[in-house]
């Protein structure tokens, strides 16, 4: 049963990966523009969802210049591929318990997200604010379903108690946190305190060390200095997303 469930994770997060690109390439705008509504050549996007779902190629570059001309944005083997990797691992180590299906909702806009803000340091709260609603939301139905292994006050807790410790230091140091990162910390403390405070507490540190330690790497190699802005929400998802596994560990 559980290699089934892993390749059955792993099939989904491919698929969800590969809708990454488009909706990727639509909102990796600076801050102030507007959502991208045409491919590079000025054909307006169309499809599901107004256009936000689909291949990150134009049918209408497909046809005019060919299929090398079509493609637009990041390929789609790369977020495919993590999605994949993301969703196997989820499961993995919660196995067919009723969050599962939680993490993997929720591994696919994390995908897009560390993929917009290392693009233009910048976790859009079209994403970010429904995210930590439907976390919420989601966890809640979970925990009315037998074998759940997490409680949902403390899931609730632990959005507000992450968001908060993000927030002081956002007002500590406006230039090394954003706002956006304050805003995706409640959905990862929502998700990491379903677990205990105990994974809470790693899974939020692990992010904050990743991304300091790769800032000091930057600084030594001199492709940065101490003022230059860092897409610091990636690492937030990656430390989140280790902790969740151990936390899903923890509990079997």
């Not at 001199?222 to 003022?227: S, T, Y």
Request: net charge positive; proline share 8%; glycine share 16%.
């Amino acid at each position: 049963m559980q290699p089934l469930l892993i390749a059955l994770a792993a099939a989904y997060g491919a698929a969800a990966g590969l809708l990454v690109p488009r909706p990727l390439y639509r909102l990796a705008v600076e801050s102030g523009e507007p959502w991208r509504a045409d491919c590079p050549r000025g054909h307006a996007l169309t499809g599901p969802a107004r256009g936000w779902l689909g291949r990150a190629r134009c049918p209408r570059c497909e046809t005019d210049a060919g299929a090398a001309e079509a493609r637009y944005g990041p390929g789609p083997v790369l977020p495919a591929l993590l999605t994949a990797l993301v969703c196997a691992a989820l499961a993995a180590a919660a196995g067919a318990r009723p969050e599962l299906a939680v993490w993997l909702l929720l591994a696919p806009p994390a995908v897009l997200l560390a993929g917009v803000d290392r693009a233009v340091n910048r976790l859009p709260d079209v994403l970010t604010l429904p995210m930590a609603g439907a976390a919420a939301a989601l966890l809640g139905a979970a925990a009315l379903l037998p074998h759940s292994a997490g409680s949902w006050p403390r899931a609730l807790l632990g959005g507000v108690v992450l968001g908060g410790a993000y927030l002081v230091l956002f007002l500590i140091s406006p230039r090394g946190m954003g706002l956006g990162d304050v805003k995706l910390a409640l959905t990862l403390g929502v998700a990491l305190g379903w677990y205990g405070w105990a994974v809470l507490f790693w899974g939020g540190f692990a992010g904050v060390l990743l991304g300091s330690l790769y800032a000091m790497a930057l600084v030594l190699a001199r492709r940065a200095g101490r003022g230059t802005p860092l897409a610091f929400g990636p690492f937030m998802i990656l430390g989140a997303g280790a902790g969740l596994v151990l936390g899903a560990l923890g509990t079997g």
